[in-house]
């Protein structure tokens, strides 16, 4: 299985094909927007690797954006002991979850790619297993 390690949003993930992945939110795009990432730090898998100085020139990661929402609450709270002072505040973390499709080498050949997902609407499948009966 090959895999890749990108950069994003300041940090790096090892990705593998068809694997969906929590990235700093990346703005100005719209849902099933296909999104490359030309940051490629390393590519490879279980026989070889191969590391570029420091981004390999040429090698892109393919995805398509899933959604873009905001993180869990975190809460920040802060006392002075003694001094009647606090202070309450909350962040939410902008995020977009991503599914990478493909995964392409320096010569522009596709190391691995994602298996296609199907998608049927609820109501064809109520009709299929009512017609089995």
Request: aromatic residues 6%; without cysteine; positive net charge.
């Given at each position: 299985m090959?895999?890749a390690?990108?950069k994003?949003?300041g940090k790096?993930?090892?990705?593998?094909?068809?694997?969906?992945?929590?990235?700093e939110?990346?703005?100005?795009?719209?849902?099933?927007?296909?999104?490359?990432?030309?940051?490629?730090?390393?590519?490879?898998?279980?026989k070889?690797i191969?590391?570029?100085?420091p981004?390999?020139?040429?090698?892109?990661?393919?995805?398509d954006l899933i959604k873009?929402?905001?993180n869990?609450?975190?809460?920040?709270?802060?006392?002075?002991?003694r001094?009647?002072?606090?202070?309450?505040n909350?962040?939410?973390?902008?995020?977009?979850?991503?599914r990478?499709?493909?995964?392409?080498?320096?010569?522009?050949k596709?190391l691995?790619?994602?298996?296609?997902?199907?998608?049927t609407?609820?109501?064809?499948?109520?009709?299929?297993?009512?017609a089995s009966?």
């Amino acid at each position: 299985m090959s895999y890749a390690v990108i950069k994003t949003g300041g940090k790096q993930y090892k990705v593998k094909s068809g694997e969906i992945l929590k990235v700093e939110k990346l703005p100005d795009l719209k849902l099933e927007n296909k999104i490359e990432f030309k940051e490629i730090l390393a590519y490879g898998d279980d026989k070889a690797i191969e590391v570029g100085t420091p981004n390999l020139e040429g090698a892109k990661v393919e995805a398509d954006l899933i959604k873009n929402s905001k993180n869990r609450t975190v809460l920040i709270f802060k006392k002075r002991r003694r001094q009647n002072s606090r202070r309450k505040n909350g962040h939410r973390q902008q995020y977009s979850m991503i599914r990478i499709n493909k995964i392409f080498s320096k010569d522009g050949k596709i190391l691995s790619e994602a298996e296609k997902i199907a998608k049927t609407s609820k109501k064809k499948e109520i009709k299929e297993v009512a017609a089995s009966k």
